[in-house]
């Protein structure tokens, strides 16, 4: 069997040879050419090897160089001083102390506490309410006050003590469950102050409404609301000058 197929694979080879001849031979009388004989058919002597472990490592070594050559010329290009040494000596005065060289776009005060974001807004942010033990019962006061219905709460306390960012965490701790009314402007009259509160709770006051018709507006919508099972709260922020108390700022919730 093996005599046979190594008979079969060269009849197949010379048959192929035979069949190139023949496409060539037709080819030459095609074009009138008589005195070309194909000897020999070409073949290539030797294949090339590739050397490429040889070329990665000499790659590897080229960029290395290219690298340290680039950076010893940045760095006798860069004017600026790396020691103490290098100032005193451009100088000619001791050195008496080193800052840290900081590139970044963030406020250099941020950088040197560690802080990730602003810490000091135009208004009270109730995410940095420092809960002490009277924080907590004041907030606990607020909140029991509410609860159960009490008609006027007032928190009182020296100036930034934290009295505004306290009832922002009561605001966010009630959400959903009131209906609220935030006060700040309270230097004004009494109708001036129905007006304020009536267009914070979303009444419409009317631009020649006197005082009684903005009481009973309020009252209306106070009813409307109760009926609906709905408790109204009003914060009043700096409260005290709205009733003229000048000892202590004061804070009213009703």
């Known amino acids: 069997m093996l005599r046979t197929t190594k008979a079969n694979e060269e009849n197949y080879l010379l048959y192929l040879r035979k ?29 090339a090897q590739g050397q490429r472990l040889l070329f990665v490592i000499l790659g590897i070594l080229f960029a290395c160089l290219a690298s340290v050559m680039v950076g010893l010329v940045i760095d006798r290009l860069d004017p600026s001083f790396r020691t103490p040494e290098e100032v005193q000596d451009f100088l000619g005065s001791p050195v008496l102390a080193l800052f840290r060289r900081i590139v970044s776009d963030l406020p250099c005060f941020w950088i040197f506490f560690g802080l990730r974001e602003q810490p000091f807004g135009v208004s009270p942010d109730p995410k940095y309410l420092y809960f002490s033990p009277s924080h907590r019962e004041a907030l606990a006061s607020l909140f ?34 009131i209906r609220s009314a935030f006060l700040f402007q309270t230097q004004c ?66």
């Open 19 to 47: 069949q190139e001849e023949a496409r060539i031979s037709d080819a030459l009388d095609h074009q009138r050419i008589s005195n070309v004989l194909v000897a020999e058919a070409a073949t290539v002597p030797f294949k």
């Open 189 to 254: 009259d009494s109708r001036e102050l129905l007006r304020y509160l009536l267009e914070a709770l979303g009444v419409e006051s009317g631009p020649e409404a006197d005082l009684v018709q903005l009481h009973s507006r309020l009252n209306q919508f106070l009813l409307a609301e109760t009926a609906a099972g709905r408790r109204v709260v009003v914060f009043i922020d700096e409260g005290a000058k709205s009733i003229r108390l000048r000892p202590r700022n004061r804070a009213f919730v009703f």
């Open 144 to 177: 029991y006050g509410i609860e159960t219905g009490r008609g006027f709460l007032a928190l009182i306390a020296e100036p930034g003590m934290g009295k505004t960012s306290l009832l922002f965490q009561l605001l966010e701790r009630l959400k959903g469950s």
